[in-house]
């Protein structure tokens, strides 16, 4: 199955319970958040929904290497095998165009429940 998926982080409210608290915290944004992830169909419609996950639930290693895909970084393209380099990075540029699909999907659910 061919699907695109997209995360997005939404602040939560902060607990007394000290390990729920630490699990929830990002140091990133400052705040207690919680990860929602969403795979959408060609057609537009959610054909997986992972919901109020604590961390991260976007892997790409282990069981999801070559499962979950996504663009190349410009550090990872840099280690890359130089005969290898062109292969991959256009192949990374479609992953970042077919990654519009999500986009617009979230701002759908955004836009709809702010």
Do not use: K
Request: hydrophobic content about 35%.
């Amino acid at each position: 199955m061919i699907g695109f998926m997209d995360g997005v982080s939404l602040t939560s409210e902060c607990t007394s319970e000290p390990v729920v608290q630490s699990s929830m915290y990002s140091g990133y944004h400052s705040d207690t958040m919680v990860n929602n992830l969403f795979a959408y169909g060609p057609d537009g419609r959610v054909i997986f929904c992972a919901i109020n996950y604590p961390r991260s639930c976007l892997p790409r290693s282990g069981d999801a290497l070559d499962v979950l895909v996504g663009p190349i970084s410009h550090a990872q393209a840099y280690q890359l095998a130089p005969n290898l380099r062109p292969y991959l990075i256009h192949l990374s540029n479609i992953y970042v165009s077919f990654q519009q699909a999500s986009e617009w999907g979230m701002r759908g659910l955004q836009g709809t429940f702010p």
